[in-house]
């Protein structure tokens, strides 16, 4: 890929047909897409003065979403005082190839980019080198060159991977802390009729008040329900099948949410102490009083990490939900072969959902 219509002019002359140019305008993701649609292998070839490697630059930011593991992208630079054509024509295609073979692969260039002007015998410059590989790093779509630039990234700035990605997304950090202390305490099996009683903690702010019973392990759906009792909004940003899972959820479960749905629709994102209110008489208030008991309320700044947590429990639930479902279909294709590929449906949802959990 070159800049000008002359550049691929002389390469075509001299023995490279396969090149094109982007004519003076800033190569796009758009340009990229269309690129790897007849090839997995491509080379930025621009002037090798300073606005050339700004337009390598900009290539960069463009290449990096559609990178995968099987395509190869690379930029060569030439000298200052030359581009692809003045190049080929000086000293001939087989100094072109010299330079096409030795070109610079993307996960350099974007570590060199990320470096420029960091001083890494400092740490304030690993600091900075950290900082703006951050926004080229999230770019690259998953796989096996995204986690070794992390890796590679975290020793230049003398750190592991995995403490790099929890500074570099800390909500994500503490949410999968959280995960972790859930998990141990993790009972989906509980019987509807153990919530018929407890004896909660004092709720901050609230008078104490004592039900008879006992404190249980909490499940997945407990700690959705706490989320959405805690960060109402939440609520608004889940899509139409967690609405139907948490809805349709056994009691007490299913209630609640139903209710909190409600809520939602009529009178917007309300905090824990209005919907305590609007709960007095209904059916799943002693429910959601035991959720709420001694839970510690999050700050508004929390959000995020609360939705970060709460779709990973959802993810789960439904996982879980889609596991039943495949038992079922595959039962159902004993008589009904057309059943199977209900299964396979199911089955590559719940795949999908495992890989992004």
Not at 50 to 56: L, M
Not at 299 to 305: K, P, Q, T, V
Request: charged share 25%.
């Amino acid at each position: 890929v070159t800049e000008g219509y002359m550049d691929v002019v002389a390469l075509a002359q001299l023995g490279f047909p396969n090149a094109v140019a982007s004519l003076g305008t800033a190569c796009t993701a758009e340009h990229v897409h269309k690129l790897f649609r007849f090839t997995d292998a491509v080379v930025f070839s621009f002037d090798g003065d300073s606005a050339g490697r700004r337009a390598a630059r900009k290539a960069l930011d463009a290449a990096l979403p559609l990178a995968t593991d099987v395509r190869s992208v690379k930029f060569l630079f030439l000298p200052p005082e030359h581009d692809p054509d003045s190049f080929i024509r000086e000293h001939g295609k087989d100094a072109f190839a010299r330079y096409v073979s030795e070109a610079v692969p993307l996960s350099r260039f974007l570590i060199d980019a990320a470096r420029d002007g960091c001083d890494l015998h400092s740490a304030e410059g690993r600091a900075h080198l950290a900082s703006n590989a951050k926004p080229l790093w999230e770019l690259l779509p998953a796989g096996a060159l995204k986690q070794q630039l992390l890796t590679e990234i975290a020793d230049l700035v003398q750190l592991n991977a995995r403490e790099l990605n929890d500074i570099w997304h800390p909500a994500l950090a503490r949410a999968k802390v959280k995960r972790e202390r859930y998990d141990l305490n993790f009972n989906e099996s509980r019987p509807a009729e153990a919530y018929k009683g407890y004896r909660a903690k004092t709720p901050r702010g609230q008078n104490s008040q004592h039900i008879s019973g006992s404190r249980l392990p909490a499940s997945r759906a407990d700690h959705a329900a706490r989320i959405l009792l805690d960060n109402m909004a939440a609520l608004a940003s889940l899509s139409a099948e967690d609405h139907t899972l948490l809805c349709g959820l056994a009691a007490p479960h299913g209630p609640l949410f139903s209710w909190l749905e409600g809520q939602l629709h009529e009178h917007g994102p309300m905090p824990w102490a209005a919907l305590r209110e609007g709960l007095r008489g209904h059916e799943s208030e002693n429910f959601a009083c035991k959720l709420m008991a001694g839970y510690e309320l999050g700050a508004e700044e929390d959000n995020g990490e609360e939705r970060v947590e709460l779709r990973h429990l959802i993810n789960r639930m439904l996982i879980e939900h889609l596991k039943t479902e495949e038992t079922g279909a595959i039962e159902a294709a004993k008589t009904d072969p057309s059943a199977l590929q209900r299964y396979r449906e199911l089955q590559a949802r719940r795949l999908l959902l495992e890989s992004a959990t």
